[in-house]
């Protein structure tokens, strides 16, 4: 089992916003990084650090952290933006880096 | 912009071992901590190992510790995984990955966080009688 925890699925109507969460204890200290996962693709780095966005990802995505929750948000979601997402940072022992479970972002 | 290929997958019985390769180009391959990440069908990421850059000290998940030997040539830029005493469970996609920030050892990267930016497409590993 993962300490960071995803709910396993979120969805948003097209053109709408939604916010993917992330929640675990070391997140009070770091911060979580974002995958993008399509199928049979490998995972793509959208957001890393406080809320830095890699080059060439769209900025209606964007991150932040509240207490032991990471969020991700997507502004104005796209259909292409239908995807697994899952965050990675630190376990609660502050030892190891960990993946969140996993998150299925549906855009109706 | 770099890129990682992965090669070695297949199917192995119960037992078996297997060794899968990762070959790296357009950046700096020795100066980075590199990364194995699984995913089982139809399951979330996990992450396997880590090595650092000089290839002297190691990372297992429990899952794999004392099975799974993670090792690197920089002088080909090339990133291995030897698996030993497969099981079922190991079936998985196999990623090779990059770290971000040159900066970082296994332990940490001296921020607040940690990233992957370089994904590899990823090679199969099926365990099965």
């Known amino acids: 089992s993962s300490e960071l925890t995803q709910d396993p699925a979120v969805s948003v109507a097209l053109g709408q916003t939604v916010r993917i969460t992330c929640q675990g204890d070391?997140?009070?200290?770091?911060?979580a990084s974002w995958y993008q996962q399509k199928p049979g693709q490998a995972p793509l780095l959208v957001i890393y650090?406080?809320?830095n966005r890699p080059s060439g990802i769209p900025d209606r995505f964007s991150g932040s952290t509240s207490g032991n929750t990471a969020s991700l948000t997507i502004t104005g979601t796209q259909a292409e933006d239908e995807a697994d997402y899952y965050c990675y940072s630190r376990d609660s022992s502050a030892t190891h880096w960990v993946f969140g479970g996993g998150t299925k972002l549906t855009v109706l | 912009e770099g890129q990682l290929v992965e090669s070695g997958g297949g199917l192995v019985h119960p037992g078996g071992s297997r060794r899968l390769s990762c070959s790296a180009s357009?950046?700096?391959?020795?100066?980075?901590?590199m990364h194995w990440v699984r995913q089982a069908p139809g399951k979330g990421l996990e992450y396997v190992s880590a090595i650092s850059t000089d290839g002297l000290k190691t990372y297992y998940a429990d899952s794999v510790k004392g099975r799974f030997s993670i090792s690197r040539d920089n002088s080909n830029n090339t990133l291995f995984l030897q698996m030993s005493s497969l099981r079922p469970e190991d079936t998985a996609v196999y990623f090779c990955?990059?770290?971000?920030?040159?900066?970082?050892?296994?332990?940490?990267?001296?921020?607040?966080?940690?990233?992957?930016?370089?994904w590899g497409q990823g090679t199969v590993v099926a365990v099965s009688s």
């Open positions: 650090g406080k809320t």
């Open positions: 357009g950046f700096a391959f020795d100066s980075y901590v």
């Open positions: 070391s997140l009070t200290t770091y911060y």
């Open positions: 990955v990059k770290d971000f920030d040159a900066r970082c050892t296994i332990a940490t990267c001296f921020t607040r966080w940690r990233a992957f930016d370089i």
